[in-house]
């Protein structure tokens, strides 16, 4: 019985033994094949020889480089090859890299953006995350970082930054706002230019009777009917008069309702201020309205020549005109009326 317990343990250990070979011939190959496969920049140092072991297939393309020209290289030959630097500008020392802080400080970084120069003078943007590598026993064995190449990113966040300033600036100068009224949760949010036409501060959130407190009272009815149609379907378009820092202003708004199983979750659209074009067009009426009485039929004296207004007054002409018109006169003598008056002093 002993030797039959003795002789299955002497099995266990073989086989605990060409186990460990096994995984210690695979875990090189393995590890190989990550490097090359991973779409990742990954490079792992030794703490032992402070000199780059592996380097990924992805780490090598975005440095430029073969594997032969950075594999054993020293963190300190890495950092004079290749530039680094911060987002505000300044060049990292090989101190202030992700990998050797991992090393020589056994902690971890995440995410921190960098830009790297190649040689060739290309740059690059760069997420990177570091860690130290321990062993069972909690020694530390070296360190690893993980890169990734984020320069279209920053590309497009860089374009979409600039489009919002277009935005904003357009809307600034045409006086033109978009806005989101969340119904379930009764909030109005908008862009700057919203929050400038109804005085508030950007950011403000504003439920649907502080805005509707805003309107004047005479407008207050056609616009929540505006809204009970929309909420319906419809598109909505309102305009409106608003009391803001004492000051009336006169808005167009404009948008549609988004449903979702039938039942309306969202309004959004623009809104703008028209009070200049209003008050243009008020003048342009006024304008009108004074041409408009220099015409038709104009009771005149057919002696003295003055004209009756509509009160009933008799007044020169010359001042009648001028009332009702961007007209001035002049006064001066034809040659018809001149002779007649001064001809015979002119014959003296």
Partial sequence: MEIELLKRRVDELQEAEERRKREVEESPATIEALMDYIPEAITIISAHEQKIRMASREALRILGAEREGIEGMTLAERAERWAVYAPDGHRLANEELPLTIALNEGRTI?????????????????????????????KLL??????????ARK??????????????????MTHVGNWIWDLEKDLFCGSDEAYVIFGRPAGTPIKYD?????????????IQSA???????????????IAVQDRLKHILALGSTEFRDGRPVSMRGTVQDVTERKERE???MEAL???????????????CKRIRDDRGYWMRIEKYIEERSMAEFTHSLCPECEEKLYGKEKEQ
Avoid at 142 to 151: N, V, Y
Avoid at 210 to 222: K, L, P, R, Y
Avoid at 289 to 303: F, Y
Wanted: with cysteine.
């Fill in 155 to 172: 590309k497009a966040e860089t374009a979409l930054k600039e489009s919002e300033r277009m935005l904003a600036e357009a809307q600034r």
């Fill in 210 to 222: 502080e805005f509707i407190g805003t309107v004047v009272q005479e407008d207050q009815e056609s």
């Fill in 227 to 241: 809204i009970a149609r929309a909420l319906e379907g419809e598109p909505y378009k309102a305009e409106y008069r």
């Fill in 110 to 138: 995440k995410d921190q953006e960098m830009v790297l120069v190649r040689p060739d003078g290309q740059t690059i943007c760069l997420l990177a995350n570091a860690g130290p590598i321990f062993d069972h026993a909690g």
């Fill in 282 to 284: 008020e003048q342009l």
């Fill in 289 to 303: 309205a004074k041409i408009k009485t220099l015409s038709g039929l104009i009771p005149i004296c057919a002696n």
């Fill in 142 to 151: 070296g360190s690893i970082s993980a890169w990734r190449d984020i320069t």
